[in-house]
């Protein structure tokens, strides 16, 4: 687009936008462009290139002006859109949605403006009381009978970005071919100013809600076997208080919280990039948890919908870390988890969400432990597409997760990975190995003594332009890998021809013949493609640590070549 054309276009999206901050933003960027600033130029060629795409996971994007950022203009327009999408489908104009919100920046404003629309249409709005995590939300939609939730948040994401998540009256997120019906009707509304908005009639819920949601967290595990000692990081988000008074309602000691990162701050000072999953994130924690020695370390994402566990491990001991304080992966807490779920399915005393035995489901990314666990134990286990959209949606699921640190651990309290009751959870069976004079480590060497030792890794490749995660998936898929290393493919499925028995996506999956597996796929909600490794070496008598050694290896090997094979 001509800079003549991009100006017109930001001089038109100034009159139509409602925010004043963003106005003033956006006059600035092109009083800047019009004195030959070709900074400015590119930043408003960028803000322009499209409409934030409004896809399977919602809205995510940068704040700001213009079409391609999150702001009231894009947040009116999807409002506007989901609300017609769900009186067409449900053929009546009084549909019901509830809408949360976390502590980021404009999260309430976009909350209240979703609100607006919804109530202008005809539509019932229930509105959170205050800024809450998640998983509340995924509750509320359920527990309300509502047909459609919209929860206001970023995750995990840096600081100056937001998000518009959506989930349908099962309480779970939008799938195909939901997302394109929804963005279709998004088009419908080409500006602010074509979307009705309501000064008022949209109805605050109380804290009433918030109260019943911890209640049911609450209620989804047993009584605590041995009191425990917890550590708890909310990193700046919305899910201190909520998990503090969850584990209360279990009758488990409250964890105790890091006081630096206790309060929701949408700028996450502490943290260079709010995500458990990242180097740094948890230091605060695990300093603290140096100092008052508890029996674990819980961190909550932002929005509180993922969970990560750190423990002392004496084999990761050192001289400045006595204890050895080590974070477990994603897929070790899911095989933990997974081993709490098959005991309650077993025993009857857990079914499937929709009435029967129950199903134990995993993303494909994540570790094929769960299912050999799930084959030993003789009870049905699903893959599934990457994404609790997928996961959730297995029918008659005791218990999901991928390893991206998302667990359902009770889906009759939120149909979506739930960051509360899956630290819940963590607590149940830690306290009951403890009772026992067991911990975690003990119980995952267990599980590696009997399935094998599953090691597991990943890498990102991040780029700055968009065009080059299709163009590497491209090279890929046109010049086929047939050896990772030294270990010849054995089996290659392309996900996006549906390969390998799932619907349709954009990845590929290599086999080994070793059994070690590699995928490939871009990431949906951040510029990067993510490649997940795993191999396998069963235990020899026990030989637990020639077994490990072993994966170690395999694993280390597969990632170099990989990281050679998907060089930009």
Known sequence: MSLENLLASARSWITDDPDAATRAELEAVVARAEGGDDVAAADLA???????????????????????????????????????????????????????FDARHNSDVFAADTAAVVTAAGGRALVLPRPLPTPVLAFAIRHLGADAGVMV???????????????????SQIVPPSDVEIAAAIDTFPTAASVARAEDGWETLTDELAADYVAACGASVGAPAAELSIVHTALHGVGSATLLEAFEAAGYARPRPVASQEQPDPEFPTVAFPNPEEPGAIDAALDLARETSPDLVIASDPDADRCAVAVPDPKAATDADPQGWRMLRGDEVGALLGHRALGLITTGAATGADGGPGVVANSIVSSRLLGAMARAAGVPHE??????????????IAYGYEEALGYCTAPAVARDKDGISAALAVAELAAGLKADGRTLVDLLDDLAREHGVHASDSFSIRVSDLALMPALMGRLREQPVTQIGNVVVAAFHDLAKGDGGLPPTDGLRYLLADGTRVIVRPSGTEPKVKVYLEAIAHVDGDDLAGARTQAAERLAATRAAME????L
Do not use: C
């Not at 999408?85 to 449900?90: E, H, V």
């Not at 050679?564 to 060089?567: K, Y």
């Open 46 to 100: 960028d803000r322009f290139a499209a409409f934030l795409e409004f896809g399977t996971a919602g809205l995510r994007g940068a704040l700001g002006a213009g079409p391609n950022r999150m702001n009231r203009v894009v947040v009116l327009r999807a409002a506007a859109g989901l609300t017609r999408y769900l009186q067409d489908s449900l053929a009546r104009r009084d549909v019901t949605v509830v809408i949360g």
């Open 153 to 171: 948040t970023a995750s995990h994401n840096p600081p100056q970005d937001n998000g518009y998540k959506v989930y349908l009256g099962d309480g």
């Open 383 to 396: 893959e599934t597409l990457t994404g609790f959209k997928w996961i959730a949606r297995v029918r008659d």
């Open 564 to 567: 050679a094979l998907t060089a």
